[in-house]
């Protein structure tokens, strides 16, 4: 039985996935001049490496693409526990 007719009864369920493009420090006074539109600095781009969560388990790996405006995450490898 393959992995997707074993979870076929539950495959409807939504589960939150966490993609952390970076972190950064930043002042509470810089906070507070955030407006919409706002665009905050990163120091990652497109080809870097990232973890994918789902839960607060890492699930697998992947890179930054963007394609035309757009910014994703293109899965590379999944975290496989031994």
């Keep these: 039985?393959?992995?997707q007719e074993?979870?076929?009864?539950?495959?409807?369920?939504?589960i939150e996935v966490e993609v952390q493009l970076d972190q950064r420090w930043m002042k509470l006074?810089?906070?507070?001049?955030l407006d919409e539109g706002s665009i905050?600095?990163?120091?990652r781009s497109a080809g870097e490496?990232?973890?994918?969560?789902?839960?607060?388990k890492l699930l697998a790996f992947?890179?930054?693409?963007?394609?035309?405006?757009?910014?994703g995450v293109r899965?590379?490898?999944?975290?496989?526990?031994?």
């Design 62 to 71: 992947g890179e930054i693409v963007i394609i035309e405006n757009i910014m």
């Design 40 to 43: 905050l600095e990163m120091r």
């Design 6 to 14: 074993q979870i076929a009864p539950i495959a409807d369920v939504r």
């Design 1 to 3: 039985m393959t992995p």
């Design 49 to 56: 490496n990232i973890d994918i969560y789902v839960g607060s």
């Design 75 to 82: 899965i590379t490898d999944f975290n496989v526990e031994r």
């Design 29 to 33: 006074s810089e906070i507070l001049e």
